[in-house]
């Protein structure tokens, strides 16, 4: 790689990383070419030059969250921890995003958007990775008996989706976050 296509990446991931801080920050129909270049320390062209456009960035710098997400939450749930400390984590993972991206619900509704389809599949397809592997989480917790038999395998799906979508402003104190993930682990029993 020559001097020029160096420059050219550094300035592409500096892109994507000042993108990415902003969809997590910003909602996303408020992010401006010019609030990417200025958090890049970019120009705006340079950004139309690498990218083509300010949807393209922006969903360039989403895909990469959802694969860095989406990994995050295979190697939790796919490790060799007790049941239990999985699935602490992956409750904590999802609620320090939550705490941490205070848009994180503009972000959802932007990617399940009408108008995003292309973007849309994409974070559900990889998502789709992590089924079999929450699936043996739920397998692990029902020999484990920390889930109930009650609970079915869609049942579980849809608590855990349920429960990461709990409001940034119940999670804010660190020891009540502890006291509702602990709550809610012991829900499923």
Do not use: W
Request: hydrophobic share 40%.
């Amino acid at each position: 790689m020559n001097g020029y296509e160096q420059r050219t990446l550094r300035k592409k991931l500096d892109i994507i990383n000042a993108t990415k801080y902003l969809v997590c920050n910003y909602p996303v129909r408020n992010i401006s070419i010019e609030m990417i270049a200025k958090e890049a320390k970019v120009s705006p062209v340079t950004i139309y030059n690498i990218f083509g456009s300010k949807k393209l960035a922006i969903n360039e710098a989403i895909r990469i969250l959802a694969d860095e997400d989406r990994d995050d939450i295979l190697s939790i749930i796919s490790s060799s921890l007790p049941i239990k400390e999985r699935l602490y984590q992956y409750f904590n993972h999802s609620f320090n995003h939550t705490i941490e991206r205070p848009q994180q619900r503009a972000l959802f509704e932007y990617i399940f958007s009408s108008e995003n389809i292309d973007l849309q599949n994409y974070v559900v397809s990889g998502y789709g990775i992590t089924l079999p592997f929450l699936t043996k989480l739920y397998e692990d917790g029902r020999k484990e008996n920390l889930i109930q038999e009650g609970i079915s395998v869609e049942l579980f799906f849809k608590m855990l989706d349920m429960y990461t979508r709990i409001e940034r402003s119940f999670l804010l104190i660190p020891e009540e976050k502890d006291i509702i993930i602990n709550s809610i682990i012991n829900s499923f029993h």
